[in-house]
């Protein structure tokens, strides 16, 4: 007889013939990369085949296969219920039941009283080109009494629905796909989850993506429950995103198998992971990496003492893409104005989807939903990939990153709404909607919205004497831009992540004692901006809100002045060195110096704008050190008087940055905020052109670096060839017009 029956520790990655995909990476993970892996044994593909030719099944799948239109789903269900029902009720041989009790008693010696995780594990599963995810069963916390009924249960489960149309559109033979069954200890996860060793959703390859919720993990994948994520810079092991997530329910291991409940009102809104085990998750997933020399899909759990992997596998969508072309959706805006946003949820993927909503509310409905409409539901699981295939856009009420209806959406390369609530109320059925994942949070438009398709090939260009930097305004924008071949970011604002991730007063905040809030939020938002571009520099302009903007975040009226002229008041270092704003500004370093020091983005350089004085710019520079700010520091080169007194400047900066509108305003005299002299201020003028080579030459006098990050260059390609000519050091432009003005740069230099 052909061996039946294999532990963990004899099965390495090479063995998916013998006991399939999951359980030969299981084996691989224990064995060779030395992972904390639940102990446990496989019952081969070989004993499978033996139970079906013993209770004679074989003639049965394959007539029943290969007579039925399995693209219809009617005879889809009526064929799998047939060949399920069949091999559930077939009889487990004798020599093949006492193998599997007697090594299941062999498990309890080894290691006490236990239950099993009995889980599937097909010869065409977890392969790199497709990742079968929940084809096949699971059943959880399974005792010696029913261990035999689960085995035939999860040999049946290779004949689902969902499996069996899978294997049809992946081009696998169904007849020639067979299943091995994991038998592995069960953990009594406190908490569990899954991880990624890249971002799914936009291919980023330096980031660990964490999910987890408390309890056992199945109901994260069937979207149950919104998980918290984490995410970890992994060149640095910092961690740069924490989310946290209500989770209210769970699920938990029973007498009899496992059950919901809730989870106590003092732990739904608590991290399921310290700071301390995301890190030592990280380290897992990048060791897991390594060894498979692949991006990576692993599941993990934690019981009271410590953290397990249960599953690794390649992941199977943003890993294969080819990495020199980026495909850019963006709405038209003027379709916007007509339109308004219905709901919003996390943004799987990065296109457009249009078509008439299909509310479904079970699978039961599925039969009723038509090629080209967007699907909205509570939930997905693997029963609802028949459908999910012919959707346009796919919008769920519950779920994360990591759940199945976002799993399958990146697999299917369709644009997903995930842990949108209320969805299906506020959406309509047989609505027209547009699904806009363009950028997170994704969003549900009404109406049928026009979109452009921009593929952007990046190739290799000239390299530049000039650093070609880029503009960031929102750290949603950063990503993106770090794909493209420039030098870093020339000017990054605060003010936007104040703005879209706090919208509070730090005052405010302060009076309240939310300091650390203010500071954790905006470190966050600062690391979301830096971590794509490492090591490229990244330079951080603190906040440069003016006293009407500052007003109009929530609090901030009571401690703002009411000025005539806020662009020429009470704006930049005044307020770092003012005794009523310090405590606000010391937040900011701290916030600084948490993305360098803690997370270990060492390429950030930190820029003070509007500093009008040297006092000011002493003043600043000590207070920056006394919160332990340290690295470069930079001063936006804005107002004549830092041109002016540029040899004393270089005293305390390590470079400028010239900030041309505000530089154009305030030399020519011009509220740029008028419309009656908007034709006037204009940085072409002599007056400003001179300003900007009188500058560069006293800079570098002083071996500083200079460089611009105004409006100008993106608009004026005359402009830059005046820069060139200065010898600037460094030109930052937005986006959009980054490589055009790269290869401009590349041949004006050559002249």
Not at 147 to 153: G, M
Not at 174 to 189: D, E, P, T
Not at 236 to 249: Q, V
Not at 311 to 328: D, F, G, Y
């Amino acid at each position: 007889m052909t061996k039946m029956i294999i532990w963990f520790k004899e099965i390495t990655k090479n063995d998916v013939a013998k006991v399939g995909g999951k359980t030969a990476n299981l084996g691989e993970l224990y064995g060779k990369v030395k992972m904390p892996v639940p102990d446990g044994f496989a019952i081969t593909a070989d004993a499978y085949k033996y139970f079906i030719q013993y209770n004679r099944l074989d003639l049965l799948i394959k007539n029943k296969i290969k007579n039925s239109n399995i693209h219809n789903i009617k005879n889809l269900r009526k064929v799998g219920k047939k060949i399920r029902t069949a091999i559930k009720n077939g009889k487990m041989p004798e020599d093949l039941k006492e193998k599997i009790l007697k090594n299941f008693e062999h498990l309890e010696k080894k290691y006490g009283k236990t239950t099993v995780a009995v889980r599937s594990s097909a010869t065409a599963e977890d392969l790199k080109g497709a990742s079968f995810a929940g084809q096949q069963e699971t059943y959880l916390n399974v005792s010696k009494n029913n261990l035999i009924k689960r085995i035939k249960d999860c040999f049946a489960s290779l004949f689902t629905d969902r499996a069996i149309s899978y294997r049809k559109d992946k081009g696998f033979d169904n007849l020639k796909v067979y299943l091995s069954v994991a038998i592995q200890r069960q953990i009594n996860s406190k908490a569990s989850g899954v991880m990624f060793t890249l971002d799914p959703d936009t291919g980023w390859s330096d980031v660990i993506v964490i999910n987890g919720s408390w309890g056992l993990g199945d109901y994260i994948v069937q979207g149950v429950v919104t998980p918290d994520e984490f995410r970890v810079f992994k060149p640095t092991l910092g961690l740069i995103e924490k989310k946290i997530a209500e989770k209210k329910i769970m699920e938990v291991r029973t007498k009899s198998g496992v059950a919901k409940a809730c989870v106590p009102k003092n732990k739904q809104n608590v991290s399921v992971l310290t700071d301390k085990e995301i890190k030592q998750l990280a380290q897992y997933a990048i060791k897991i990496e390594k060894h498979y020399k692949t991006p990576m899909d692993i599941e993990w759990a934690k019981d009271s003492k410590q953290l397990y992997i249960l599953q690794a596998r390649p992941e199977t969508v943003q890993s294969l893409k080819k990495k020199n072309i980026l495909e850019v959706y963006s709405l038209e805006k003027k379709s916007l104005q007509k339109s308004k946003v219905l709901v919003k949820g996390q943004a799987i993927g990065r296109k457009v989807g249009t078509g008439k909503a299909n509310i479904i509310r079970n699978v039961s409905s599925i039969k009723h939903f038509k090629k080209g409409q967007v699907l909205v539901t509570e939930m997905t699981d693997p029963d609802w990939e028949p459908i999910m295939k012919i959707a346009s856009a796919i919008v769920t009420e519950k779920g994360g990153r990591t759940s199945h209806a976002a799993i399958v959406s990146r697999e299917l390369g369709i644009p997903a709404v995930i842990g949108a609530e209320n969805a299906m109320k506020l959406v309509k059925q047989f609505q027209p909607i547009t699904v806009d994942c363009t950028s997170d949070p994704g969003k549900v438009w009404s109406g049928i919205l026009k979109y452009k398709v921009e593929k952007k090939r990046i190739e290799k260009i000239p390299r530049t004497k000039t650093k070609i930097l880029v503009n960031i305004g929102i750290p949603e924008e950063a990503l993106e831009a770090s794909r493209l071949p420039v030098d870093g970011v020339g000017l990054a604002r605060q003010e936007f992540i104040i703005n879209s991730y706090i919208r509070e007063h730090p005052l405010y905040m302060i009076e309240q004692g939310r300091g650390q809030e203010f500071i954790d939020k905006l470190a966050e938002g600062i690391a979301k901006l830096a971590a794509p571009f490492y090591p490229r520099p990244v330079v951080v302009r603190l906040s440069d809100f003016k006293s009407n903007e500052y007003a109009n975040l929530r609090g901030g009226r009571k401690y703002e002045p009411v000025e005539n002229n806020p662009m020429i008041g009470w704006r930049g270092a005044s307020r770092y060195v003012d005794n009523i704003f310090e405590p606000a500004f010391r937040l900011e370093c701290k916030a600084l110096r948490k993305c360098i020091d803690e997370m270990g983005l060492t390429n950030i350089i930190v820029m003070v704008p509007f500093c009008r004085t040297i006092e000011e710019a002493k003043k600043t520079i000590k207070i920056m050190k006394s919160e332990g700010l340290k690295g470069k520091k930079y001063v936006m080169a804005e107002i004549p008087s830092n041109i002016i007194l540029a040899d004393k400047f270089s005293k305390y900066f390590d470079g400028f940055s010239i900030g041309s509108n505000d530089l154009t305003q305030l030399t020519l005299g011009i509220d740029r905020d008028s419309e009656k002299l908007a034709k006037t201020a204009d940085e072409r003028n002599p007056a400003v052109m001179r300003l900007i080579e009188q500058l560069i030459k006293t800079a570098h006098k002083y071996k500083r670096k200079v460089g611009i990050c105004g409006q100008a260059p993106s608009d004026f390609p005359d402009f830059v060839k005046f820069l060139i000519k200065n010898k600037i050091d460094s030109i930052s432009i937005n986006p959009d017009v980054a490589v055009k003005t790269k290869l401009m740069v590349a041949k004006m230099e050559k002249r």
